[in-house]
């Protein structure tokens, strides 16, 4: 009888409660015909994968994770008015700001006698630094140099919108470029606020824990490249746009995210990369094409036609923009003014202004006076490539494959292994996957009827404590978190200025993800999560301090 009980327990444990099958899957083929396929192996759709618990339980998180990002903003902002009240620029020239070369361009005058607070605006055109100086230039006259057209458009756009019409007012105030810069700072710290929501519903959807997903929303909160996200930079806009396009891609509307993803791309160029996640479910979709082999190829070419249309879609931002800035600077020049770019035979111009102006190329940042450079960005690259060898090592036959030859077993087993891998104890899973195998064994019934359940598959693993810990995370579903961070890491190591790494990788939700569950895990975990905060705050001091006063900081 004993044994009966267990055998019964193992059974919901691995395939949940059977009750009401029947009624879903007679509902769901009601509706088939308006819903996407499966996109996951194992006969795993999205649906099944995020039950509505999680979401219920998300809503007190979702209020206090709002007052973490509006507390952030507001003490990353109140650190650089410190700053720079009591340490002098290492460079005064934030201020000067020559006439726009267009003469259609209509540009106000602060320091005009209209202006009634001149000191405010002058205060504000002084916080506009490093890149800053691009994105207000361009907000205001448009793109006028050849390096102008390394910053993407959709936040020079935005500032000069919002300038134009929502603060407009202001101009008489402090001054039209005091105008521009606030733009800029409200549109970006309202930003980065949206985009920890959407990196909090993300991280439900895909950890299924509220608790570790608001951990790991308020770690976004207080990321490294934070003042990135309160300054006139692209960051914040970014990750929006990528959180909400990653959110609306778990929720299985690939065309909604792949608007988002192409805004993404018009704010930064590596936004292009997020293609990569559509390719990964097209991916997926042609191989349950191949497994079902039902009117195979002409499902495989609808599947390849659509997910080709919509990556076509995220790059068209980024390719306009490059036929702009030909038609702009090479067309209706003669062969002895055009420039070097113009005349090869695939003429990229953000490439050569990388290249160019900036020296940013393949093995070309390795040398020695650029060690403090590799030693800045060393802690951001460590976690990150913690986090991707950390994957490989619970999961290498998924990594490997793709997700293409993972088990549905293997994925609700495997991730149970999360809790014991971090807190150092002798794992019981091994013990557990054969008590498995043997009821798989005995039953090919149940198995034959698992590979058509559409629900995602809960272990129970005992914690530390004592008290038990449903873990439901599937490691198919993180896999193109992984492959975009190591893609990102690559190119950050070897192709671009390596202190950047720490603002460029600040907009993966992987990072969080594994950080926020190494500090919830006792232990050495524990230790581990202390050093993350400490180097977080480090850096949110030091960066305040140093990039608002116009000192190198990534």
């Not at 790059?315 to 003669?334: L, W």
């Not at 002798?426 to 198995?447: A, Q, V």
Request: positive net charge; contains cysteine.
């Amino acid at each position: 009888m004993v044994g009966e009980e267990k055998r019964h327990r193992m059974m919901q444990n691995l395939f949940g409660d059977q009750s009401g099958e029947e009624d879903e899957e007679e509902a769901e083929s009601e509706h088939e015909s308006n819903r996407q396929p499966d996109y996951f192996p194992g006969g795993m759709t999205l649906k099944s994968v995020t039950t509505t618990t999680p979401h219920r339980r998300s809503c007190p998180y979702t209020r206090r994770l709002l007052r973490y990002a509006v507390a952030s903003r507001l003490f990353v902002l109140t650190l650089i008015i410190i700053w720079r009240s009591l340490v002098s620029p290492y460079d005064t020239s934030a201020s000067i700001n020559p006439p726009c070369l267009t003469s259609s361009t209509n540009s106000s005058n602060p320091h005009g006698p209209s202006v009634l607070l001149p000191r405010v605006g002058s205060a504000i055109e002084n916080g506009i630094v490093w890149d800053s100086v691009y994105f207000i230039r361009i907000a205001e006259c448009g793109y006028e140099y050849e390096q102008t057209y390394a910053f993407l458009p959709l936040l020079p756009l935005c500032i000069s919108l919002l300038s134009k019409t929502v603060f407009a007012p202001l101009e008489p105030v402090v001054g039209y470029r005091a105008v521009l810069g606030l733009s800029g700072y409200i549109l970006n710290n309202l930003a980065f606020v949206f985009a920890s929501l959407y990196l909090f519903r993300l991280s439900v959807f895909v950890l299924k824990d509220p608790e570790l997903a608001f951990r790991a929303s308020v770690l976004f909160c207080f990321n490294p490249a934070s003042i990135f996200y309160s300054s006139i930079y692209s960051e914040s806009l970014y990750a929006f746009l990528s959180f909400g396009g990653m959110y609306h891609f778990m929720n299985g509307t690939d065309y909604f995210a792949t608007v988002w993803f192409a805004l993404s791309g018009c704010a930064r160029s590596n936004g292009v990369l997020n293609a990569g996640y559509i390719c990964y479910r097209r991916m997926q979709l042609v191989n349950k094409a191949f497994l079902s082999r039902k009117r195979t190829y002409w499902l495989t070419l609808k599947i390849l036609l659509a997910g080709a249309l919509c990556c076509l879609c995220i790059f068209a931002p980024f390719i306009s923009f490059q036929a702009f800035g030909y038609f702009n600077i090479c067309m209706g020049r003669s062969a002895a003014e055009m420039r070097p770019w113009c005349k090869a035979r695939l003429p990229l111009l953000y490439n050569y202004i990388q290249s160019h102006y900036w020296g940013v190329g393949f093995l070309r940042y390795f040398r020695v006076k650029q060690l403090p450079n590799f030693l800045l960005a060393s802690p951001i690259l460590s976690v990150a490539l913690c986090s991707i060898v950390y994957y490989v090592k619970l999961w290498p036959e998924v990594f490997l494959s793709l997700g293409l030859r993972a088990s549905s077993l293997q994925k609700g087993l495997v991730c149970s292994l999360l809790s014991k891998a971090t807190e150092g104890q002798p794992s019981t899973d091994g013990l557990l996957e054969n008590d498995s195998s043997n009821i798989l064994k005995d039953d090919r019934s149940i198995r034959l009827r698992k590979g058509a359940i559409k629900r995602e598959k809960k272990v129970i693993q005992p914690s530390e404590s004592g008290a038990h810990e449903r873990l439901q995370c599937d490691p198919v579903i993180i896999l193109p978190f992984v492959l975009h961070l190591s893609f990102m890491v690559a190119t950050a190591f070897f192709v671009m200025h390596v202190q950047v790494a720490t603002r460029f990788l600040s907009a993966s939700p992987l990072l969080y993800w594994f950080a926020s569950h190494i500090m919830r895990s006792p232990g050495i975990g524990r230790r581990w999560g202390y050093l993350i905060w400490a180097y977080c705050g480090a850096y949110i001091f030091l960066g305040s301090l140093l990039f608002s006063n116009f000192y190198p900081f990534t």
